[in-house]
């Protein structure tokens, strides 16, 4: 299996609940898996599975060990729960509405599955 990077411009779907002024997010996922393709399919899934919809995929690529070693403390973590977990992600949000002067970064929790 092998590490897979994806970025995804993602919506927040109606009944998502942590999400009322929540315009979209930019969805960085870490994936292991066999191909590309497969990577692909369970990224979209996942973002599905935690009230989210991809609206555009930013890029996708495979993780080499040389850029592992290289990434921001943020994908280092995702990538640490990716391999214990075989899938990972960070959702950097913003707001629905504009707001002059005002500025915020927002890093939301992925909720609980529901049992």
């Not at 970025?7 to 779907?13: D, L, N, Y």
């Not at 999400?19 to 996922?29: E, F």
């Amino acid at each position: 299996m092998k590490p897979y990077l994806f970025v995804f411009e993602a919506q927040p779907k109606p009944d998502n609940p942590q999400t009322k002024d929540i315009g979209g997010a930019c969805a960085s996922i870490i994936v292991f898996s066999e191909s590309i393709n497969c990577a692909r399919e369970t990224s979209v899934r996942f973002i599905d599975q935690y009230g989210w919809q991809a609206k555009e995929e930013q890029y996708a690529l495979e993780l080499p060990p040389s850029q592992i070693a290289h990434l921001d403390t943020v994908l280092s973590s995702v990538y640490r729960k990716a391999e214990m977990n075989g899938i990972s992600a960070q959702f950097d949000a913003w707001p629905k509405k504009d707001r002059p002067g005002v500025y915020s970064f927002e890093t939301l929790m992925i909720p609980r599955k529901k049992e």
